[in-house]
């Protein structure tokens, strides 16, 4: 039987065709919410926001924004739109760091939701003839299935291995013939080292055309050194349980931002600390805005995620805008003695130099200062001799020296053992944050 084809490409569409679009969207989609949604009817009056009255895109602007927190006093189903026989499918945000957020799917969102993960499979020039192996974690995380109903749209065939078992995913990869791999980039990593150590040249044994890796952020260099080991490309994938998992955003062939699915998502960078709306090209906290989404609508969800608005045409004929990689969430930004800084900024530079692997945790504490301490643990890579004299002292000393070059910052630099820092088959865990331990 013939595999499914997609219709109509979405991608292509002229962008007063997609504000058209955006525009009715969100004009059905705020009253849906002032009418169906007491904590929007509430927030929408506070503030004196009309909803009936919504006429131009730019008047979003006056909407009040809605937060991670707001969904979360809203737990379990006060955020659902639609009634509950018509919910298909649920997901939630991991609540590790305290009540989860709930996302809810009708089967019209189930459907955009995989067309969303299936434009990065066509952007990777993925289609029928193609093995996607989902290796992000399938259950309420929503990588595993969003990648899997995607594979499905896009008419490939998909094998579900999870996240995990690596050696398995090993020989999947190698047996089976895959041809797309998705996964979180620190597990595509785990996966090239290990397959590596299994005596597997992943980069000629592997038959991998692309990786569409995200959930986390990661640096150029490191995207280079995936592509390096596994002989594919590297397309960075965005979203977020709020919004409805992956597929908000993915990046093309030309590896120059993540268009935006801009029928489905509405857009704005505002400044995190005034809220003001910033133009075009300026970095700051990304809104989210869905067009259409029915169970769980948002209107100005603050994503915390800074990136920007890239301005211009993508040469692949896309007229979805794009963002730029992410360097991270607001709530992950290091401040060194007043020096804003990312994880993703050390990783990059850290990544330059090749004796070091791509294994690293950052510590901050606090001196009897109270100033901040920021330590880089990394691990060398296996050929390195750590007890050779001098020359791990040597390295440390170079890595810190370019960090205050690239980064104007102070970091301490402490080189371990090659697997000494844990590895993770989902989101690595780059920081840890001592000072909010109570000693
Ligand atoms: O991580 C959804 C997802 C699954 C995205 C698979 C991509 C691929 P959450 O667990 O709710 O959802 O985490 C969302 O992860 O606000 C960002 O801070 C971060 N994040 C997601 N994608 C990227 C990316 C999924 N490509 C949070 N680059 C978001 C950097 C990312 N950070």
Same mark, same amino acid.
């Given at each position: 039987?013939?595999?499914?084809?997609?219709?109509?490409?979405?991608?292509?569409?002229?962008?007063?065709?997609?504000?058209?679009?955006?525009?009715?969207?969100?004009?059905?989609?705020?009253?849906?919410?002032?009418?169906?949604?007491?904590?929007?009817?509430?927030?929408?009056?506070?503030?004196?926001?009309?909803?009936?009255?919504?006429?131009?895109?730019?008047?979003?602007?006056?909407?009040?924004?809605?937060?991670?927190?707001?969904?979360?006093?809203?737990?379990?189903?006060?955020?659902?739109?639609?009634?509950?026989?018509?919910?298909?499918?649920?997901?939630?945000?991991?609540?590790?760091?305290?009540?989860?957020?709930?996302?809810?799917?009708?089967?019209?969102?189930?459907?955009?939701?995989?067309?969303?993960?299936?434009?990065?499979?066509?952007?990777?020039?993925?289609?029928?003839?193609?093995?996607?192996?989902?290796?992000?974690?399938?259950?309420?995380?929503?990588?595993?299935?969003?990648?899997?109903?995607?594979?499905?749209?896009?008419?490939?065939?998909?094998?579900?291995?999870?996240?995990?078992?690596?050696?398995?995913?090993?020989?999947?990869?190698?047996?089976?013939?895959?041809?797309?791999?998705?996964?979180?980039?620190?597990?595509?990593?785990?996966?090239?080292?290990?397959?590596?150590?299994?005596?597997?040249?992943?980069?000629?044994?592997?038959?991998?055309?692309?990786?569409?890796?995200?959930?986390?952020?990661?640096?150029?260099?490191?995207?280079?050194?995936? =592509?390096?080991?596994?002989?594919?490309?590297? &397309? +960075? !994938?965005?979203? /977020?349980?709020?919004?409805?998992? @992956? %597929?908000?955003?993915?990046?093309?062939?030309?590896?120059?931002?993540?268009?935006?699915?801009?029928?489905?998502?509405?857009?704005?960078?505002?400044?995190?600390?005034?809220?003001?709306?910033?133009?075009?090209?300026?970095?700051?906290?990304?809104?989210?805005?869905?067009?259409?989404?029915?169970?769980?609508?948002?209107?100005?969800?603050?994503?915390?995620?800074?990136?920007?608005?890239?301005?211009?045409?993508?040469?692949?004929?896309?007229?979805?805008?794009?963002?730029?990689?992410?360097?991270?969430?607001?709530?992950?930004?290091?401040?060194?003695?007043?020096?804003?800084?990312?994880?993703?900024?050390?990783?990059?530079?850290?990544?330059?130099?090749?004796?070091?692997?791509?294994?690293?945790?950052? =510590?901050?504490?606090?001196?009897?200062?109270? &100033? +901040? !301490?920021?330590? /880089?643990?990394?691990?060398?890579? @296996? %050929?390195?001799?750590?007890?050779?004299?001098?020359?791990?002292?040597?390295?440390?000393?170079?890595?810190?020296?370019?960090?205050?070059?690239?980064?104007?910052?102070?970091?301490?630099?402490?080189?371990?053992?090659?697997?000494?820092?844990?590895?993770?088959?989902?989101?690595?865990?780059?920081?840890?944050?001592?000072?909010?331990?109570?000693?």
């Amino acid at each position: 039987m013939a595999k499914e084809q997609t219709g109509q490409d979405a991608t292509r569409l002229p962008h007063d065709q997609i504000e058209q679009i955006q525009l009715e969207g969100i004009k059905k989609t705020l009253v849906r919410c002032y009418e169906n949604i007491p904590f929007y009817k509430k927030s929408f009056d506070d503030a004196g926001f009309d909803p009936y009255s919504f006429s131009d895109l730019s008047e979003l602007s006056s909407a009040p924004f809605v937060t991670k927190q707001d969904l979360r006093d809203n737990y379990p189903y006060g955020m659902l739109a639609v009634p509950m026989s018509d919910v298909r499918e649920i997901h939630m945000s991991s609540g590790t760091t305290g009540i989860a957020t709930v996302g809810a799917y009708t089967n019209y969102d189930l459907d955009f939701w995989a067309d969303c993960f299936a434009r990065g499979i066509k952007f990777a020039g993925g289609g029928p003839d193609d093995i996607v192996q989902v290796a992000y974690g399938y259950g309420l995380f929503t990588g595993g299935l969003g990648a899997h109903y995607g594979a499905i749209h896009s008419g490939a065939t998909v094998i579900p291995t999870s996240a995990g078992n690596t050696e398995r995913q090993i020989r999947i990869l190698r047996d089976m013939g895959s041809t797309i791999l998705c996964c979180t980039p620190s597990y595509a990593m785990h996966i090239a080292d290990t397959a590596l150590e299994m005596g597997i040249d992943p980069a000629e044994e592997f038959h991998l055309r692309a990786g569409i890796h995200g959930a986390e952020p990661f640096s150029d260099n490191l995207r280079a050194e995936l =592509e390096r080991k596994l002989n594919y490309k590297v &397309l +960075d !994938i965005y979203g /977020l349980t709020e919004t409805g998992g @992956p %597929g908000v955003a993915v990046e093309c062939l030309e590896q120059n931002g993540l268009h935006l699915a801009e029928d489905h998502f509405f857009a704005e960078i505002i400044d995190p600390s005034t809220g003001e709306v910033l133009p075009e090209g300026e970095w700051g906290e990304l809104v989210i805005t869905t067009v259409d989404r029915e169970a769980c609508p948002v209107v100005r969800y603050r994503t915390r995620d800074i990136t920007r608005i890239i301005p211009g045409d993508c040469a692949c004929g896309c007229t979805h805008r794009r963002i730029d990689r992410l360097h991270g969430r607001t709530d992950d930004m290091l401040i060194i003695r007043g020096v804003n800084v990312f994880p993703s900024q050390i990783e990059d530079v850290m990544k330059t130099f090749n004796q070091v692997s791509s294994w690293y945790q950052i =510590e901050v504490d606090t001196d009897e200062r109270s &100033l +901040d !301490i920021v330590t /880089l643990k990394a691990e060398v890579n @296996p %050929g390195f001799d750590i007890d050779s004299t001098g020359a791990i002292e040597r390295l440390q000393r170079q890595i810190s020296a370019r960090m205050k070059t690239e980064l104007s910052v102070g970091i301490k630099v402490r080189l371990v053992e090659p697997k000494s820092i844990q590895r993770s088959t989902g989101k690595a865990k780059r920081v840890i944050d001592k000072r909010r331990t109570i000693k």
